[in-house]
T-cell receptor, first 114, second 111 residues
Framework: GENVEQHPSTLSVQEGDSAVIKCTYSDSASNYFPWYKQELGKRPQLIIDIRSNVGEKKDQRIAVTLNKTAKHFSLHITETQPEDSAVYFCAASTITGGGNKLTFGTGTQLKVEL | DGGITQSPKYLFRKEGQNVTLSCEQNLNHDAMYWYRQDPGQGLRLIYYSQIVNDFQKGDIAEGYSVSREKKESFPLTVTSAQKNPTAFYLC??????????FGDGTRLSIL
């Protein structure tokens, strides 16, 4: 089955700096890569996703890049703000007609310091 | 997401007891999923269902059971066979070929 590794497990940045979180996956058939943000005690919320036919996707301060050959994808957050502090999870799946079975990374605790 | 409702928010289980966690969605999503989250860890898939009356085991199905009798409902039973049930349980749903969206979760503890 799919295996997703995520690094680093904790990341501390100064407000206004950029943050980068990296994930690797094992199954070359995976074609869908979402990123979720989870605040303490809350539900994970989808912040951005990318499909395998695209190399990069941007949404304001957030971007995701995908390297299919190397089987890795990364989340980039620019101009970080204190409200970006949370745990971020990457995931990978093969989307089929009936849904998608996600395999998650172990999470990155991002702390944005004033 | 407002369309996925999990209940109860907190649940306590006595030894030897089965407990059932509720998940209801009004988004008309075909697929529904149950995940378990332990402190400091990622989400692990317990069961998923792509269509009514059908479901498949995820990565950690032992000690759990589910049913999918209605499109909008996907209850999870934590049986007494699950020896370490203390965790945060998250239900999600999705349309075909679409992202998963999560409910607010149920926190299960052992008395």
């Amino acid at each position: 089955g799919e295996n997703v590794e995520q690094h680093p497990s904790t990341l501390s940045v100064q407000e206004g700096d950029s943050a980068v979180i990296k994930c690797t996956y094992s199954d070359s058939a995976s074609n869908y890569f979402p990123w979720y943000k989870q605040e303490l005690g809350k539900r994970p919320q989808l912040i951005i996703d990318i499909r395998s036919n695209v190399g990069e996707k941007k949404d304001q301060r957030i971007a995701v890049t995908l390297n299919k050959t190397a089987k890795h994808f990364s989340l980039h957050i620019t101009e970080t703000q204190p409200e970006d502090s949370a745990v971020y999870f990457c995931a990978a799946s093969t989307i089929t007609g009936g849904g998608n079975k996600l395999t998650f990374g172990t999470g990155t605790q991002l702390k944005v310091e004033l | 997401d407002g369309g996925i409702t999990q209940s109860p928010k907190y649940l306590f289980r006595k030894e030897g007891q089965n407990v059932t966690l509720s998940c209801e969605q009004n988004l008309n999503h075909d697929a529904m999923y149950w995940y378990r989250q332990d402190p400091g860890q990622g989400l692990r898939l317990i069961y998923y269902s792509q269509i009514v009356n059908d479901f498949q085991k995820g990565d950690i199905a032992e000690g759990y059971s589910v049913s999918r009798e209605k499109k909008e409902s996907f209850p999870l039973t934590v049986t007494s066979a699950q020896k370490n049930p203390t965790a945060f349980y998250l239900c999600a749903s999705s349309l075909q070929l679409a992202p998963q969206h999560f409910g607010d979760g149920t926190r299960l503890s052992i008395l």
